[in-house]
Structure formats: C-alpha cells, structure tokens
C-alpha cells in the first residue's frame, strides 16, 4: 500500500488536540460578565490527573475520526508489482570524447569519474560509445542489459578503462547526431513507454569540426543531452599545422625551410613560442602569436642535404598538437623525348616551345632529350613521354610501336598529312589524311571536357579555346578505337586519343608551333603539356600530410600502412601493419601505384581548445538537459518522480479508497455525535448554571 | 422581604427599583423618610446663619439686622452662610461598570434613584439641584435651577441608561471642575473603579476649586463579597477583556483587594473633609438619604462653629 500525498498524515498528528482537551478539566463554556476585572487576577486551568481521561469512549471516538479523515486526504492505494518499476528504467547513452585534445594532462582522469558517476545507476540502460572523428562503440544496451545488475558499472568501467584519448580530431555534431540515431534504435516497443532517454556528453567541448553534421539531423523529441565538461587548468595551447604549398609552383631556394602556421587558442596566457626542428638542428625560430591569432613562420635553416623529419613547438601547456611530422618532397624527375627534325633552339620548331613549357615544379622535374627523326640513339623505352613530331624513320617506328604496346605514352604531331603513314603503321587501322582547306583561320569548336587530358578545362572561366587561331590543319578519318578530344569548326577532329596495346597515342592535327597556330602562344598550352606529361609519366600529386582520423586525406587506392617509421629512411617499421593511422609519425603507404611516404599529424582544429558555445547546440534543436552535473541527476530525477505520480494518481483515481474511508470518518462522527448525546443530557445541570443561581442568592442575602 | 424587615418600615431596594417612574420611586422614599422629621422646608441648610459683619456702604439694607440696630445702635449686616438656596449638583457616573447587577437591578438604577431622591428632597426644601452624568466623558449637563418644571427634568436626565463606555472618573472630574461652576454641593454617585492616584488628585481637585463634596461610592454586594462559585470568563464590562478566573482561589485576594480599595477612598475622603458614604445596592434608599441628611447637618454646625470661633 502507498499514497497519493503523504504530507497529510501529519494532519493526524491533529489527535494530539482532543486527547489534550479531555486531559483538561473542563472550563466553564459560559462567560460571566463582570463590572470590571481590576480587583481579579487570572488563575490557570488545572489540569485533570493523567489517569483520570474524561469520556474515554468519546475521546477514542474522536481520535478515529480524525485518523480517518487524515487517511482519507492522503489518499492512499493499494498497487500492483507494475507500478514499482515505473520511472526506474531509462536508457542513457555516454558519448565518450577520445579525440587530441582530451589527452591533456587531467582530462582523460576527470572523463572517468563522470563516466562513474553516469552509470551509478543499474537499473538504467546504458550504451557507451567512445567518439574522435568516428564513432567506436564500447558498449551496447544489449552488453549491459546482459550483465546483473551489480558488475553492470564494472563491465562499463573497464570498457573504458581499456581505450585512452588518440590523436584524432572531433566532430562532436557527427557523435551527437550518431549517438541520437543509437538511442532511438534501441527503443523498442517496451521500452518506449517508459524511461527517460538521455545522452551524457563527456567532452572538453572544443570545438573540431564544429556542428556541421547535426545541421542536417533533427534532433529527436524527448531526447535530453547532458553535458559532463572536463577541463583543463592550463589555459594555454598552441598548435602547429603545415601551409600547404601549391605543388605546380616552380620550386623556390626556401623550399628546404617549410612553413609551419602556428596557431594561438583564444583562451591562452602565453603569447610566446619557439619553432625548432625535433633534432635539434638549425637556431629555433621565436615567434609571438597573441591569443586567437595565427601566424606563419618558416621552420629553421637546416644544412644542405639534411631534411628533418617533424619541427616542434615549445612554450604552451599541451604537448599533444607540437609536434608536425614532414616529409622530405623532392620533385620527380620524368624524362621527355623529343623526336623531330627541328632544333630546341630553333623558334619556328616544335621542340623550342615544348622545352620552356616544361619547366620543373615542386613535383615534377622533367627533362627533355631531343633527337632527330633518324637517330639510332633515342631509345624510347627510357623515357616517360615521347614526342613525335613527323614521321620517324622505320627503326625508330618500330621502337615506338613496341614502346607503346608495352604501355608507353606517346605524342603524335602531324606536320603533314604524310605523316599519317607511319601512324596507320602503329594503331593499324587504315588513316586517311590530307590537308585541310582553311578558310583564313580555323578554331577549336567543340571540347570533350570529360577527357581526363582536358578535364582541367572544364570550368567555364578556363573552357574558352576559340581564342586558339589556326592557322593549317590535317584532315584525318578517326580508327573507330579512337576517342576524338576536340574538333575543329568545320567538323575535323583536332586531337584524338587512339589506344595502342596497353598503350595509348595522342594525335594532335596541327602543331603548336607558329606556322600552324598560336596554341603555343595561348594560355592553355602548358597546362595541357603537364597534363599530359602527369598522364604519360603516370605521376600525380600524392597526399604527403595526412589528418589523422581523417580518411579522405589518405592516398587514393591505399592498400596498406607502415608504420609509424623511425625515420624517413627507415626499412624496418616499428610497428606493425595496418589500415588505419592512429597516432602521429611517419607512415609508408602501400597503393596500387606504388609505395608513398606519408606525415600524419593532428588535426589542426584540435589546437582550438576553447569550448563550445552551448547556445549553438540549443540553436541547433538539441534539447540541453543542463550543464551542471547535479542539477542534470537532480532533472532526471524530478522527471521521474513526476511520471511516477501521474501513473499512482491514475491507479487511486481507479481505486478511490479514500471515499470509503471519508465515509467511514462520517459514521464514526455520528456515532461521536450521539455519544455526545447522550452524555450531555446526563449532566442535567451545568455548573455554570448552579453559580449564576447562587450569586443571585447569595446577592438577596446579603 | 427580609430587607425590609430588618429596615422597620423603610422600603427596601428591591421593590422600590420595581416602579417604573423615577420621580415616584424619589417621592416614595423621601415622603417615606418625612414622615418619622418634622422640618420646616423654608428652613433649608441654605438659610442657616453664619455671622454678623459690620455695616459699610453699599450694603443691602434688607440684609440690616434692625434688631441689633434698635438695642446696640449699631449697624449690623446678618450673613447668612449661602445668601442664596443651596446649588446642588448630582455627578452621576453612567459608565459601563454600572450596568451590572446581581440582584434583578444595576448599579445604575440604584444610583439614578438615589440621585433622584436626593433631587427630589433637595428640590422640595427648595434648593437649585442640577445634574451631570458622565462615562469617560460629561454626557448630560442640567444646570442647577430651582424652578417649575425643572425636577422633571432632572428626573428624566436621570432615567437614560446607562451607554457609557470605560469608566474614566479622572476626566470627567476634571471636566467639572474646571466647568467654573457656581460654589456648591457635588454629590458624587459612582462605583469609584479607577486608580487610586487618579481618584485622589481629581477629588482634592473639585475640593481646591471650593465645592463642598459627598461622595455615595456605589456597589453591588456580589462585587464585594465575590460569591461566584463556578470557574468562568470573567468578562470586563467596560473593555470587554475576558480572564479565566476559578473563585476559589482567586476569592479572597478579590475581597482584599475591594476592601483596600474601599479603605483608600475612604482615607482620601476624610483626608479631603469629604463625605464618603458606602451604597450597596441591597440597603434601603432612606437609609442614605438619611445619613446624608445627618451629615449636612454636622456640616452646618462646623462651619457655624467656624464662624463663632473667629
């Protein structure tokens, strides 16, 4: 048995009253007037003996009645099993941050006791999920549900005894936004009617990658979030992060001093750092970055030769964003031949444009060997692209041929239509080329952008080749393998893409040199050459700085990863292999195009350790339980005390006991009533009666 | 009646409070007393002789005394000791406290028939009465007269009840005695429930301003005695304050207290040459009105022997 409202049982501490009026001796109801009180002093009331209670039964009565009705407002129930469990059970899910930033000195410990602290309760369901910029699940409602009650918290407990914070970013709006979406799958049609759900975030609220992912989420109905903030009492940190560099810049003599942006949090004390190499070479570099502020120094001056592998930062409190790991990235060298009659130096001639076109990069260093259309000594098979501008003698042809079945690139310029012969020679299928007629100049009309040569191009500010005059062109029927790039405004096809065994030719109708046309001249002629130069060679720019946690800055095709590596030379890996990076170094990537050193490093966001403005999660739909811990128990609590209420109103409404009980004060007070009766009417004379007839007698008297 | 009995022949209280008309009530007991004195009514104590002076200029000759002239050839002017009738005036308290009775009839219909019947004798030898009734202030104010018409006036001053509020006796003492009334006789007819000190100063205050004073202190027999028996709220007539009181124990302090109390007033009056005469409501009206005639007479006589002696 409960009751509705207990706080009226104190009303039955309302028997005290009769049981202390029938100790009392009766005082005289009546009032007696009087001239004037001035001679009369008060005498107190005596008081009855204990043992002598006036009207027992009247008293018992009384005291029934009052019991009664005391009972009665309480309104108590009797309650089935059901009710008991009501409001007990409610699912909270414990997002646990493991990102950078929480390995600050003291965080990961404050982490664990909020973690204690939300799963003190057995009788709730839990989940945790741990969370950098992916989520990793603990423990699932099924793990905890599964255990009895008592090693429920110690299951969870080692759980999370067992991970420590990585070197990941965060991206609290993708846990927050997961996590809700686990929640409301473990709602089942039980489970739903009952229970409060809530997510505890445990987290330094720095921001990472902001709230982006929770944009797109609706936050679901009903569904609290407690924050648990940990935080750290040193306010200052610095991170650093590489500037990347535009790799199809020619390279600069301070290429060997990379630049290292050093960026302040808005929250630090300290304004002032040192940039050095981890090996200590070179003089650091001091730099002053004031608070919120970021700045881009260069690492020291190495010697010549000596690449350094990782530059630190010093002079903050957190070590976990100082260190970023670089890889040495000298250009590659890709030889280009060059097959024609002209000269390099000769202005007119092909080969006089393709050699200041191809000047070297950051990435690339080509080399051009030019050499006559007869020359016993050019060897295709040595060189990454070859340019052919006529027809080569039949040795050379043949070299060619075999170059490019055997998966070589080559660059076929037509000077005349003569030259279509040797041509017809290599793709085997019949050629027929002649001059075109020109009516003054033709243009470039129609553009395949979909072609990875030309793909560059396909921004409109960028896809505008009729600037292009040309001046002559060949006419040339297409082999039906081939895949035609670009035409002419009179329908001719200028360039093709015939594949040769597993090799592939481009046909170009018309040379850039002056006497054909102005592509030379124009401004997408040394894109086009690298491109095609990338292509043949089969050389791109490769992801040299990997974010860990992030999988999209890891090269395309990765296969697998060693690592981290002692140093950039080393053979033997310190560790073992895997497929995902977890911590800062040096790591050699395996993929389909052949092995790639990479630096990971820590995302740079997670330097910014200021926390999170709360209002923007409230902006956001999430429905904030609270941010203080205990007000957070202490909602939860009310919450379930009020459900647990309304369902013991609903039972007593049911019930309505108290209406007997009402009923049964009634009749006891009937029967107070007409004991009362009966024992007044056996006193047949008051005393007050008797005094006031003796006064008038004692008065005639005297 | 056991009261009349033991009173031989003078009508006790009682019956007397049972007529309605307070002039009636006055006449019976003064007729009641007339029959047992034979006293001229032109002779009041207003006409009694105090001494002789010399003649001077001015004086008026009615006042001569010719028998004097004719044997010593000297001119004597007779002084009587008011040269006009008596000025009465009744102060009758008509506070609260006087609305109890224990006997069928208040303090205040004891006190309005005493103060009629000393109107009634006062007025019948010819005397100006006037009449003031006052709770904690001066409530009715009659001018003392001695002219047709006038008696009933008084009477029926008198026949208001009692309304009042708190018995104040000290303010409206003091009132009166700074009304500058005409020198007279102030009869006070009051249960005197107030502080002694207040009591005392107002009373030796009407006395300094040359009133000659009698006082009839009013009260019921069951105040006196406190013959209550049952344990009860007493409730305050005047500021209706209750206080539990059991008359067993608290019995005998009452009756010290009243005594006291009695005693104060009545060394106060004798202090002051004040007339102090205790009036139960139970004794018979004659009686006082007979002691108060006693006493006026012995006055007479001070104040002529005062005035033989210089």
Redesign the interface.
């Known amino acids: 048995m409960s009751v509705l409202f207990p706080l009226f049982f104190a009303a039955a501490a309302a028997v005290i009253a009769p049981i202390l009026l029938h100790l009392l001796r009766q005082?005289?109801r009546?009032?007696?007037?009087?001239?004037?009180?001035?001679?009369?002093?008060?005498?107190?009331?005596?008081m009855q003996p204990k043992t002598r209670v006036e009207n027992l039964p009247l008293l018992l009565l009384r005291c029934l009645a009052l019991i009664l009705l005391a009972i009665a407002f309480a309104r108590p129930l009797w309650q089935g099993t059901d009710l008991m469990t009501v409001g007990q059970k409610g699912r909270t899910l414990i997002l646990l941050d493991t990102s950078a930033s929480m390995s600050r000195t003291g965080l990961w410990d404050q982490a664990l006791a909020h973690l204690d602290q939300a799963i003190a309760d057995p009788e709730q369901r839990v989940a945790i999920v741990a969370f950098d910029r992916t989520l990793r699940p603990l423990l699932n409602f099924e793990d905890w549900a599964g255990q009895p009650p008592a090693a429920r918290a110690e299951l969870a407990r080692t759980r999370a005894q067992s991970i420590t914070p990585g070197s990941a970013g965060s991206d609290i709006g993708l846990a927050l936004a997961g996590a809700a979406d686990l929640i409301s799958d473990d709602e089942t049609a039980a489970a739903e009617a009952q229970g409060i759900k809530r997510i505890v975030l445990i987290s330094d609220l720095q921001a990472g990658r902001g709230l982006d992912a929770l944009r797109s989420a609706t936050w679901p109905k009903g569904l609290g979030l407690s924050i648990r903030q940990v935080s750290s009492a040193q306010p200052t940190n610095a991170g650093l992060s590489l500037v990347t560099v535009e790799t199809g810049l020619m390279p600069e003599a301070d290429d060997q001093r990379p630049r290292v942006r050093v960026s302040n949090d808005a929250a630090s004390k300290s304004q002032a750092f040192t940039v050095a190499w981890s090996d200590g070479v070179g003089t650091p570099e001091n730099v002053s970055v004031p608070p919120g502020s970021t700045r881009v120094v260069r690492a020291p001056l190495r010697p010549a030769g000596k690449a350094g592998s990782a530059v630190v930062l010093r002079g903050d409190d957190h070590a976990f964003d100082n260190t970023l790991y670089l890889t040495d990235a000298a250009p590659a060298e890709v030889p280009v031949l060059y097959l024609g009659s002209d000269a390099v130096d000769d202005p007119t001639g092909l080969a006089y444009f393709l050699k200041r076109a191809l000047q070297p990069t950051r990435v690339l260093a080509p080399r051009l060997t030019a050499h006559g259309l007869a020359d016993a000594a050019a060897d295709p098979a040595r060189f990454s692209w070859v340019v052919v501008g006529g027809a080569p003698s039949a040795e050379l042809a043949q070299r060619l041929t075999a170059h490019v079945s055997s998966g070589g690139a080559i660059t076929v310029v037509l000077r005349q239509a003569s030259d279509a012969a040797w041509l017809e020679k290599l793709s085997g299928h019949a050629l027929r080329a002649e001059e075109a007629r020109v009516n003054g100049f033709a243009m470039i009309g129609r553009v395949d952008f979909a072609h990875p040569l030309l793909r560059p191009f396909e921004v409109a500010r960028f896809g505008d080749f009729t600037k292009i005059h040309v001046w002559h062109h060949r006419t040339l029927t297409p082999p039906p393998t081939a895949q035609v790039l670009a035409w002419y405004d009179d329908g001719q096809p200028a360039w093709l893409d015939v594949p040769v065994g597993k090799g592939r030719v481009l046909v170009l109708t018309s040379g850039w040199h002056p006497a054909d046309s102005q592509l030379a001249l124009s401004t997408k002629f040394v894109p086009l050459i690298y491109t095609e130069l990338q292509r043949s060679s089969r050389i791109t720019p490769r992801p040299t700085q990997v974010i860990i946690g992030d999988a999209a800055t890891l090269p395309t095709g990765t296969q697998s990863i060693v690592g981290p590596l002692a140093s950039a030379d080393a053979a033997n890996p310190t560790s073992t292999t895997s497929q995902v990076i977890a911590q800062q170094g040096l790591y050699r990537v395996q993929t389909a195009e052949g092995a790639l050193l990479v630096a990971a490093n820590v995302d740079p966001l997670e330097s910014h350790t200021a926390p999170l403005a709360l209002e923007t999660l409230e902006a956001l739909g999430v429905a904030i339980a609270d941010a203080d811990a205990a007000a957070a128990v202490a909602a939860a609590e009310a919450a379930r005390t009020s459900e647990r209420k309304l369902k013991v109103a609903e039972l007593e409404a049911r019930q309505k006991s108290w209406m007997w009980i009402l009923a049964a004060a009634f009749i006891v007070l009937l029967i107070e009533t007409i004991v009362a009766g009966f024992a007044s009417r056996r006193k047949t004379e008051t005393?007050?009666d008797?005094?006031a007839t003796?006064?008038?007698a004692?008065?005639?008297?005297? | 009646m056991?009261a009349t009995e033991r009173n031989g022949g003078l009508v006790d209280p009682?019956s007397l409070m049972r007529i309605a008309s307070m002039e009636l009530r006055a006449k019976v007991v003064v007729d009641g007393l007339y029959r047992g004195i034979h006293r001229s009514s032109r002779h009041g104590f207003s006409t009694e002789f105090t001494e002789y002076r010399q003649y001077v200029d001015g004086d008026d000759l009615r006042y001569l005394d010719w028998r004097v002239l004719a044997r010593s050839d000297r001119h004597y002017i007779k002084k009587f000791e008011d040269e006009t009738s008596l000025r009465c005036n009744l102060l009758v308290d008509h506070s609260r406290?006087?609305?109890?009775g224990?006997?069928?009839y208040t303090?205040a219909d004891y006190a309005a028939t005493l103060a009629a019947t000393l109107a009634q004798f006062l007025f019948a030898q010819g005397d100006a009465v006037g009449l003031v009734t006052f709770d904690d202030h001066v409530d009715q104010l009659i001018p003392a007269r001695n002219r047709y018409g006038h008696l009933r006036r008084i009477m029926h001053g008198l026949e208001q009840q009692s309304g009042g509020a708190a018995?104040d006796l000290g303010a409206p003492l003091q009132h009166i005695a700074e009304m500058q009334m005409r020198r007279g006789l102030l009869v006070l007819v009051s249960?005197l429930?107030a502080p002694i000190d207040t009591l005392s100063k107002r009373l030796s205050h009407l006395r300094a301003s040359g009133h000659d004073l009698v006082i009839f202190q009013v009260f019921?027999?069951?105040?006196?005695?406190f013959?209550?028996?049952?344990?009860?709220?007493?409730?305050?007539?005047?500021?209706k304050?209750?206080?539990?009181?059991?008359?067993a124990?608290?019995r005998e302090?009452?009756c010290r207290?009243?005594r006291d109390?009695s005693e104060a007033v009545r060394t106060i009056a004798s202090q002051l040459t004040v007339d102090f005469h205790p009036a139960?409501t139970?004794r018979p009206l004659a009686e006082a009105l007979f002691e108060f005639m006693n006493d006026r007479q012995r006055r007479g006589r001070v104040i002529q022997r005062r005035g033989a002696q210089r």
């Not at chain 2, 013959?227 to 500021?239: G, K, Q, R, V, Y």
């Open positions: 005082r005289a009546n009032i007696q007037p009087f001239s004037s009180l001035m001679f009369l002093r008060a005498t107190p009331p005596r005393p007050s008797v005094v003796d006064v008038v004692t008065g005639a008297a005297s | 056991r009682a406290s006087m609305g109890y224990s006997l069928g303090k018995t249960d429930f019921d027999p069951a105040e006196r005695d013959t209550f028996e049952a344990p009860a709220l007493f409730e305050d007539s005047e500021s304050q209750k206080l539990y009181v059991d008359p124990t608290a302090d009452y207290r009243f109390h139960p139970d």
